[in-house]
């Protein structure tokens, strides 16, 4: 697909750009090198995997359940509490 000088005229009039005759061949000329490249990479094979230089593997750890702290050694080391609960900033 080749870029027309009414297309690029369009677009710019969408993106309320107001460019002069030279910068509306400029740009064709950008744009459709652009969609060139876009064509080279839709021939490029995607049934493979890609490279990965370093090894993916799965960094998660084990879930391992254990009980949760008493409240009063989590709400021990701070002067925020109320009614057994931290107490934040007021959230409008």
């Known amino acids: 697909m080749k870029i027309t000088e009414e297309t690029v005229k369009h677009v710019a009039q969408i993106a309320r750009l107001h460019l002069t005759a030279s910068e509306c061949r400029h ?4 744009l459709t090198e652009i969609l060139a490249a876009f064509r ?3 021939e490029a094979p995607t049934a ?9 593997e ?7 359940i254990e009980e949760p702290l008493p409240r009063e ?3 021990k080391n701070t002067k925020h509490k109320e009614k ?3 107490k ?4 409008i």
């Open 27 to 30: 740009f064709q000329k950008d």
């Open 40 to 42: 080279t990479l839709d």
């Open 48 to 56: 493979e995997p890609s490279f990965q230089p370093v090894p993916m």
């Open 58 to 64: 799965n960094v998660m750890r084990e879930d391992i």
């Open 73 to 75: 050694v989590a709400m």
């Open 84 to 86: 057994g609960f931290f």
């Open 88 to 91: 934040g900033p007021k959230a």
